[in-house]
C-alpha cells in the first residue's frame, strides 16, 4: 500500500472522480473531447496531485500540490457550470458535483493546515 492511499481526502477524490465520469458519461457525443475530456481531466488531477504531494519529503512541497490539486477542483466546478448552462447537467446533477466538491475542499484546506501546522 502506498502513504497516499491511507489519506482520506484522496479516497474522496476517487470517488468525486468517478461522479465524475459517471455524470460526463451521458454528455453528448460531440462534447467527448471538449467538457467531458477536461473535466474528467480535472477530476483526475485531484487525486493525483494529492498523491504526488504525498510522496514529496517536505511539507513546502505537499502544500504546493494541495494547491493544485484545489485549483483542479475549482476547474471541475467551473465545467460543471458551463455544463449545466449547456443543458448537460441538470439541475440535480449539478448541485450534487457542488456539494461533493465542497466537502472536498473542505478536506483539503483541513490537509494544508496539518501541513502547517496549524490547528
Same mark, same amino acid.
Given at each position: ?10 479516497e474522496r ?17 460531440d462534447e467527448?473531447?471538449?467538457?467531458t475530456?477536461?473535466?474528467?481531466r480535472a /477530476?483526475?488531477?485531484i487525486?493525483?496531485?494529492? #498523491?504526488?504531494g =504525498? $510522496?514529496?519529503k517536505?511539507?513546502r &512541497?505537499f502544500l504546493?500540490?494541495i494547491?493544485?490539486?484545489?485549483? /483542479? ?6 465545467l #460543471?457550470?458551463? =455544463? $449545466?448552462?449547456q443543458?448537460?447537467? &441538470?439541475e440535480t446533477?449539478f448541485?450534487?458535483?457542488?456539494a ?10 483541513a490537509l ?8
Amino acid at each position: 500500500m502506498f502513504g497516499f492511499e491511507k489519506i482520506e481526502v484522496w479516497e474522496r477524490a476517487i470517488e468525486f472522480a468517478d461522479i465524475v465520469y459517471s455524470v460526463t458519461g451521458r454528455f453528448p457525443e460531440d462534447e467527448r473531447f471538449d467538457l467531458t475530456r477536461m473535466m474528467r481531466r480535472a /477530476s483526475v488531477s485531484i487525486s493525483s496531485n494529492i #498523491a504526488e504531494g =504525498s $510522496l514529496r519529503k517536505s511539507s513546502r &512541497s505537499f502544500l504546493h500540490f494541495i494547491a493544485v490539486a484545489a485549483s /483542479s477542483l475549482d476547474e471541475v466546478v467551473l465545467l #460543471a457550470a458551463m =455544463s $449545466l448552462k449547456q443543458g448537460f447537467l &441538470s439541475e440535480t446533477e449539478f448541485q450534487g458535483l457542488c456539494a461533493t466538491a465542497e466537502e472536498q475542499r473542505e478536506m483539503l484546506r483541513a490537509l494544508r493546515r496539518s501541513l502547517r501546522g496549524e490547528p
